[in-house]
């Protein structure tokens, strides 16, 4: 029988698919580069296939090493959540977990259910990483995080939603502008040139543009940030959709800009939380779900 590939040397590979790079995929695997490129050639020896072109000025991945990196990533995500049984069943709601969230959901949802959280799961150890939806779905699918907090709708694939409370989307504008004392307030309502809109990969772009049937983008003012967008509008260079739960926590706060809702149909994103189809922390995953949940509806009732 043939010898099997290590994980370690998997996870060289992958590391130099991300970095393309010999030195920078060692510092990522903490190993020496004589070490990382060794591995990497024993793969090639073990698989008897060429996965990467090398010279002086660039590394380039072979077709074979495109499609092995892409089973690897799978390989070891796999085993991540193998360790995470055995951690799961010695340390119940114990261990870290590894969460991540996207930046229009992150400052204003975390703070304010996090210490609930540790409250109620004191041996957790939470680490948190902010990023774009499309980053951290796929740091989930590589094992790199545990869950994620996102917005939808979004493509999740095979991913396991639960999905948690609407999150209203609000017209945020100067208090003298004249549709903040319109009869009935509708999105397409809005000159969708007028829009300030979040730069792409923030999935609160095409929440807002679907929210304004669709409208057209050439043109717009754009941001790299919710804050950034905020104080766009404050300067009078348009208008914007912004979450309730970033303008119930204060982010208009110290601005003359004012928030009002959308009627008869306002529209919402609705934030989920997600998780590998895999994970052996299903328990954890249906328990933080409902804390904040339940938070979602005490909030709701303040």
């Known amino acids: 029988m043939a010898a099997l590939p290590s994980l370690r040397n998997l996870r060289y ?15 990522d695997c903490r190993v020496t ?4 490129s060794a591995g990497i050639k024993e793969l090639e020896e073990q698989l008897g296939v060429t996965l990467v072109e090398r010279d002086r000025s660039r590394v380039v991945l072979t077709d074979a090493g495109k499609e092995i990196v892409a089973r690897a990533r799978s390989l070891l995500a796999a085993a991540e959540d193998l360790t995470q049984v055995a951690r799961a069943a010695a340390e119940p709601f114990g261990g870290t977990l590894r969460l991540g969230a996207i930046p229009t959901i992150a400052p204003f949802l975390l703070p304010e259910v996090l210490p609930a ?26 094992g790199e995080l545990d869950f994620a907090l996102i917005a939808l709708p979004y493509d999740t694939g095979s991913l396991v939603v639960q999905r948690l409370f609407d999150d209203e989307l609000q017209l945020v504008a100067p208090a003298a502008h004249p549709l903040m004392a319109a009869p009935a307030l509708s999105p397409d309502a809005i000159d969708p040139q007028r829009l300030v809109l979040l730069e792409e990969g923030h999935c609160l772009r095409g929440h807002t543009l679907a929210a304004c049937s669709g409208a057209q983008t050439r043109g717009n003012i754009e941001a790299n940030s919710l804050y950034t967008l905020i104080e766009m509008v404050a300067s009078g260079l348009g208008l914007a959709l912004l979450p309730h739960m970033a303008i119930r926590a204060g982010a208009l706060t110290r601005t003359t800009l004012k928030a009002r809702p959308f009627a008869p149909r306002p529209p919402v994103r609705e934030v989920a939380l997600v998780a590998r189809p895999t994970s052996p922390r299903g328990r954890e995953f249906a328990a933080i779900a409902e804390l904040i949940r339940n938070w979602a509806q005490s909030a709701r009732s303040v």
Do not use: C, K, M
């Open 117 to 142: 959280i540790r409250a109620g799961y004191p041996a957790l150890t939470l680490i948190l990483r902010e990023d774009f939806t499309d980053n951290l779905l796929a740091r989930l699918r590589r």
């Open 33 to 36: 580069q004589s070490t990382l």
């Open 13 to 27: 590979l992958v590391a130099l698919a991300d970095r393309l790079n010999f030195t920078r995929a060692a510092e």
